[in-house]
């Protein structure tokens, strides 16, 4: 059984550096969410994909943040030019269509220093 | 906007001991669903067990239970006979209209043996 699956688990960078994490979602879902969680916090929405479509985007994510889902199967989320406030855990999540319950994964530590 | 609040930043149980956590939330939507998600340190959110706005029965999931009050915007979670294994962050999530969740900031829980 192959759950959500998330790459790199850990990654350090300079301030101003791009990054780029990727998610694999359970292969039946069709959506797929990014979440970013900072210490002592609940996670926060920061986009959802149907297929390949982005529905949805929060006011959190800035225009330095990308995300895409090309053929419907994995995404990338890309931070450019990371700031220092960048630094969260980056939560992927994936599910069926519908009012289904989202399985997360082990998610992407990012540290900017 | 929709927000899920946990009052509890810390809870602490001895084993075998009953704990609930309280969750409150508030919206104006009639169909939702509520989420409890448990975090265990360094490791990935999974699901502890979920409500359906419009199911009056209460949801379990075998020692976990939820006190679900409409009315009152209440969503607690009730955990029996704790095990050592259950010591994590507890996570209350809302999810509406918008198929992002909505997190509380969580409970640490302890488990004392």
């Known amino acids: 059984d192959t759950g959500v699956s998330q790459d790199p688990r850990h990654k350090i960078t300079k301030r101003g550096q791009n990054v780029t994490f990727r998610c694999d979602p359970i292969?039946?879902?069709?959506?797929l969410y990014w979440y970013r969680q900072t210490l002592g916090q609940g996670p926060e929405f920061l986009t959802y994909?149907?297929?390949?479509?982005?529905?949805?985007k929060s006011r959190l994510l800035s225009d330095r943040f990308s995300a895409e889902r090309p053929k419907g199967s994995f995404s990338t989320l890309e931070i450019q030019r990371t700031e220092q406030g960048d630094s969260a855990m980056y939560l992927c999540?994936?599910?069926?269509?519908?009012?289904?319950?989202?399985?997360f994964g082990p998610g992407t530590r990012l540290l900017v220093l | 906007a929709q927000t899920v609040t946990q009052s509890q930043p810390e809870m602490s149980v001895q084993e075998a001991e009953t704990v609930t956590l309280s969750c409150t939330y508030d919206?104006?939507?009639?169909?939702?669903?509520l989420f409890w998600y448990k975090q265990p340190p360094s490791r990935q959110m999974i699901l502890v067990i979920r409500?359906?706005?419009?199911?009056?029965q209460n949801a379990t999931e075998n020692r976990f239970s939820v006190n679900f009050q409409k009315a009152a915007k209440s969503f607690s979670l009730k955990i029996s006979d704790s095990q050592l294994g259950d010591a994590a962050m507890y996570f209350c999530?809302?999810?509406?209209?918008?198929?992002?969740?909505?997190f509380g900031k969580g409970t640490k829980l302890t488990v004392n043996p």
């Open positions: 999540a994936s599910s069926l269509e519908g009012p289904e319950t989202q399985y």
């Open positions: 292969s039946e879902h069709n959506r």
């Open positions: 994909f149907q297929n390949e479509a982005q529905l949805e």
């Open positions: 919206t104006s939507e009639s169909d939702y669903y």
């Open positions: 409500q359906e706005a419009y199911k009056q």
């Open positions: 999530a809302y999810q509406g209209g918008s198929e992002k969740l909505v």
